[in-house]
C-alpha cells in the first residue's frame, strides 16, 4: 500500500509537470526511476544532481524560473531561450549544453589542458582577461603601458616639486614639496624594473626615456617594450592598460605609504624564558634536578 501511495504521489508531481510542456528538467536533486519513466514517456528529458549554481546559470541563460515545489509551476515558469540541448563526449566526460540561447545572461567555458598545472595557469590566465575585460567596460578609458604612464606622472610631480616651476601655489614650496619628489622617485621604479627584466642598460635606457619626456611633455606614450627593452611609442606599439587598474595601483600605494608613515612605535613581545632550560643545553636544567632527586642520601646508605 505504501508503495502504490508513492507511485501515485510521483505520477500526481510528474503530470503537474506534463502540463506545462517543458522539453527538459533539471533538478538539484534526484530523480526515481518512476518519474523518470513517465517524464521519458512523455519526451521529456532529465537531468538530475545539478549544483545550484549550476541551476542558477541555467535559469539565467535559458530564461527559466527555478520553482520549489511542482504545484507552483506556470507555463510562464518554462524557459523558452535556449535553441538546442545535447549532450556531448569529450574526452572520457559527457558534458550537458544548452545551445542557441537568445540574449543569455550566463555562459560556460570549457578549458581542457595537457595536466593540472597547465590548465590552473589557463584559468588564471582567462580569468584575468575576464577582469580587463569587466574594468574597461565600466570604464572605458585606457592609458599607455610600459611605465609610459607612471614615467609621465613621475616628470609631473618632478616639475611641481622643482623650486623653478612656474606653479605659484605655497603648497610646492620648502618641505611640502619632498612628498612630490619621494613619488617621483617611486614611480621609475616601473620602467627600470622593465629594461632590469629584459637585460637592458637600466642607466641608459631610463635616462633617455627620462630625458624624452621631459623635452617632449606632450608625446607621453614613450615607454619600454617588455621584450627588447628598447623605447617604443606605446600608441604605436598597440600596449594599452585600462586606467581603472593604474588609479587603484597608485593609490593602493599612496594609502600604504601613509598607513606606515602613521606608525609612531612597535611593540614586540618577548616570549618568557623557560624555566626548563637552566643548564648549558635546552632540557640540562630537567635533567641536572632528576639526578639530585636520584640521588642516594646519607640515610640510605646507612641502611
Known amino acids: 500500500?505504501?508503495?502504490?501511495?508513492?507511485?501515485?504521489?510521483?505520477?500526481?508531481?510528474?503530470?503537474?509537470?506534463?502540463?506545462?510542456?517543458?522539453?527538459?528538467?533539471?533538478?538539484?536533486?534526484?530523480?526515481?526511476?518512476?518519474a523518470a519513466h513517465y517524464l521519458a514517456a512523455a519526451g521529456i528529458s532529465a537531468v538530475r544532481r545539478t549544483k545550484k549554481s549550476d541551476n542558477n546559470r541555467i535559469s539565467r541563460a535559458t530564461g527559466a524560473i527555478?520553482?520549489?515545489?511542482?504545484?507552483?509551476?506556470?507555463?510562464?515558469?518554462?524557459?523558452?531561450?535556449?535553441?538546442l540541448f545535447e549532450i556531448r563526449k569529450i574526452g572520457d566526460e559527457y558534458y550537458t549544453f544548452f545551445d542557441q540561447c537568445k540574449n543569455p545572461k550566463a555562459c560556460t567555458i570549457v578549458l581542457r589542458g595537457a595536466n593540472k598545472d597547465v590548465l590552473n595557469e589557463?584559468?588564471?590566465?582567462?580569468?584575468?582577461?575576464?577582469?580587463?575585460?569587466?574594468?574597461?567596460?565600466?570604464?572605458?578609458?585606457?592609458?599607455?603601458?610600459g611605465g609610459a604612464v607612471e614615467m609621465a606622472l613621475s616628470r609631473a610631480l618632478d616639475a611641481m616639486s622643482n623650486s623653478e616651476s612656474e606653479t605659484k601655489d605655497d603648497f610646492f614650496q620648502g618641505v611640502?614639496?619632498?612628498?612630490?619628489?619621494?613619488?617621483?622617485?617611486?614611480?621609475?621604479?616601473?620602467p627600470r624594473t622593465l629594461i632590469q627584466n629584459c637585460g637592458g642598460n637600466v642607466?641608459?635606457?631610463?635616462?633617455?626615456?627620462?630625458?624624452?619626456?621631459?623635452?617632449?611633455?606632450?608625446?607621453?606614450?614613450?615607454?619600454?617594450?617588455?621584450?627588447?627593452?628598447?623605447?617604443v611609442?606605446?600608441?604605436k606599439f598597440g600596449i594599452w592598460e585600462p586606467i581603472t587598474v593604474k588609479m587603484q595601483t597608485i593609490k593602493t600605494a599612496i594609502e600604504t605609504a601613509i598607513l606606515l608613515l602613521r606608525i609612531d612605535d612597535i611593540v614586540s613581545g618577548t616570549k618568557k624564558a623557560s624555566t626548563l632550560t637552566e643548564g648549558s643545553g635546552q632540557g640540562?636544567?630537567?635533567?641536572?634536578?632528576?639526578?639530585?632527586?636520584?640521588k642516594p642520601t646519607d640515610e640510605s646508605n646507612k641502611d
Open 203 to 231: 642607466v641608459k635606457q631610463l635616462t633617455t626615456l627620462r630625458a624624452k619626456h621631459h623635452q617632449q611633455p606632450d608625446q607621453f606614450t614613450w615607454g619600454i617594450d617588455g621584450e627588447t627593452g628598447q623605447l
Open 122 to 145: 589557463i584559468e588564471r590566465n582567462f580569468h584575468d582577461a575576464m577582469n580587463v575585460t569587466r574594468n574597461v567596460m565600466l570604464e572605458p578609458r585606457l592609458t599607455p603601458g
Open 176 to 190: 611640502e614639496k619632498y612628498p612630490y619628489k619621494a613619488v617621483s622617485r617611486a614611480l621609475e621604479i616601473i
Open 284 to 294: 640540562d636544567g630537567k635533567r641536572k634536578r632528576e639526578d639530585e632527586e636520584n
Open 1 to 34: 500500500r505504501m508503495l502504490q501511495l508513492e507511485e501515485e504521489m510521483i505520477r500526481e508531481m510528474c503530470q503537474e509537470i506534463i502540463a506545462v510542456k517543458p522539453d527538459v528538467v533539471v533538478t538539484e536533486k534526484g530523480i526515481s526511476d518512476v
Open 66 to 83: 527555478i520553482v520549489n515545489d511542482p504545484v507552483d509551476l506556470k507555463e510562464s515558469d518554462v524557459g523558452t531561450s535556449c535553441g
Open 233 to 235: 611609442d606605446m600608441h
